[in-house]
């Protein structure tokens, strides 16, 4: 992958299966869409994290609430039973798989195809309604702002990005992408104008150029 060029990513990855990418790959390696486990009690830990910055990588903060919200994540823990049923709608909206296989000798066709396909499909399962008692409790951008501000803190402003993997089948933050400008205006509060713009892309920009080696 290094050789071709390839960006790493170590997201759904074990924890040792994670720290054995990192320490293998000649170029930064990545954390797409991850929450900070010192912040929300799941997702990558601060070791891990150091780890990934010494070779130059980034995590992307996710926006799920039940990955980042340490309110919303509590009342799953206490509501077991209640979160499965309520959640029993997000499979079946991301396990679509296309009618065709792709065929040889495809310039482009085949996923102009399938985009059209999967969207219509997404909006004809799309059945997610949050729970009446979760709604209060659905994090708020600050609490999206406390996974990035503990990244900054400990390894610094070049590893920490945007990586909601945003989708329509459960509460995030924000709720749809038209709420970019709040994480925007969020992120001015935790850092510098040279911070932002790293967040906001600068740092993907820049392990995408090093991925090869």
């Known amino acids: 992958m290094n050789r071709l060029g390839i960006l790493i990513d170590i997201t759904h990855g074990t924890e040792a299966t994670q720290a ?8 930064p390696v990545v954390a797409s869409h991850e929450s900070i486990r010192s912040v929300s009690g799941v997702g990558i830990s601060d070791d891990l994290l150091k780890a990934l910055a ?5 995590v992307g903060i996710h926006g799920a609430a039940a990955i980042i919200g340490k309110r919303y994540r509590k009342w799953i823990a ?4 209640r979160a499965a049923e309520a959640a029993k709608s997000t499979p079946n909206m991301v396990s679509y798989q296309p ?3 792709r065929p040889g000798g495809d310039r ?5 195809r399938f985009d059209k396909e999967f969207s219509e499909v997404w909006r004809s399962r799309a059945a997610w309604r949050e729970l009446p008692e979760l709604e209060p409790l659905v994090p708020t951008v600050e609490e999206w702002l ?4 503990h990244v900054i803190k400990l390894v610094g402003v070049d590893h920490v990005a945007i990586g909601l993997d945003l989708a329509g ?3 995030a933050v924000p709720s749809n992408s038209g709420g970019y400008g709040d994480l925007v205006a969020g ?3 935790v850092t510098t104008p040279a911070g932002l713009r790293k967040i906001a892309g600068e740092n993907w920009f820049r392990v995408l150029d090093a991925a090869k080696v």
């Open 20 to 27: 054995q990418l990192i320490e293998s790959s000649r170029a």
């Open 54 to 58: 010494r070779k130059g990588g980034v």
């Open 78 to 81: 206490d509501n077991r039973e």
């Open 99 to 101: 009618k065709t296989p």
């Open 108 to 112: 482009g066709e085949y996923i102009e």
């Open 146 to 149: 406390e996974h990035v501000d």
């Open 169 to 171: 089948a459960r509460s």
């Open 187 to 189: 992120l001015k509060r």
